[in-house]
């Protein structure tokens, strides 16, 4: 136990005398090579990437952040660079793979994981929230969430699993999504049952969504699009309230993204 343990103190040492922003370069090179290479298998062969994938996307995310990880960041920090990975993986192979498709889909993979991982750093530093930085950061991660919602939610669907089996897997999508975007609103360093709570609310209100959407005729495209604008819109909110800033026209807009959201689904069911 000893000896990994200066194993460790000794890469650390090591890494932190690269600079972070070459750390940031390194691991996002690496990823989207590691998924370029995955592309070049079948689905039904490559699942074995998937682990590979997340342990990889983990141990790059504390490579390049590294400093000052303390109890609840060591899961909220790497939520999103991890889901990023998730998401684009099982994404790639719902349309045909090509060299057309797979240099475009790798170029917009880089960039994501490289803002989840800038995100990921400025939360670590924990830089006052009145600072233009964390704004930047805040609206950067929440903007990939509803991104990386949109490709769960579609591949979730994508396996044609029955109501119960989509309802569970996009509850648990949902519960670590809005535990992590909760988590920044304030930075925390510990998880409390308020933060539990909060996550549980948003991950029931997505579960009952789920359910209902599983029996109405939708294409899977629409039924994720209003997945995600559900979640974009109640996770929104509640990290509105939280943070003591939930203005009427706050909650206009997200209930305009909604309403706008349920007319599409209206209009694309097919009866």
Not at 18 to 28: A, D, G, N, P, T
Not at 39 to 56: E, G, Q
Not at 253 to 267: P, Q
Request: with cysteine; hydrophobic share 60%.
């Amino acid at each position: 136990m000893k000896l990994i343990r200066r194993v460790i103190k000794i890469i650390e040492t090591k890494s932190l005398s690269i600079e972070k922003r070459y750390r940031l370069v390194f691991s996002m090179t690496a990823l989207s090579g590691l998924l370029l290479g995955s592309t070049f298998f079948f689905f039904t062969d490559s699942y074995m990437f998937l682990p590979i994938l997340i342990v990889a996307t983990y141990l790059l995310t504390y490579f390049s952040v590294l400093e000052g990880i303390d109890g609840f960041e060591w899961f909220s920090l790497f939520i999103m660079p991890v889901l990023v990975t998730v998401a684009f993986y099982l994404f790639f192979f719902l349309f045909p793979v090509r060299w057309i498709t797979r240099v475009p889909f790798i170029v917009i993979y880089g960039i994501s994981i490289y803002a989840a991982l800038l995100c990921s750093n400025i939360f670590n530093v924990g830089v006052e929230k009145s600072l233009q930085l964390y704004r930047a950061a805040y609206s950067v991660n929440f903007f990939y969430q509803t991104i990386v919602a949109f490709l769960l939610f579609n591949a979730i669907f994508s396996f044609r699993m029955n109501f119960i089996a989509n309802a569970l897997m996009v509850g648990i999508m949902a519960f670590v999504l809005s535990l992590q975007v909760i988590s920044t609103i304030r930075l925390e360093e510990k998880i409390n049952r308020g933060l539990l709570l909060n996550a549980l609310l948003i991950s029931l209100v997505m579960v009952e969504v789920a359910i209902a959407v599983s029996f109405l005729p939708l294409r899977i495209t629409i039924t994720s699009l209003f997945l995600t604008a559900v979640y974009y819109s109640s996770s929104g909110l509640l990290a509105h309230f939280l943070d003591e800033k939930l203005f009427r026209e706050t909650v206009r807009e997200y209930l305009v993204v909604l309403g706008f959201t349920t007319v599409i689904v209206l209009f694309s069911l097919k009866w």
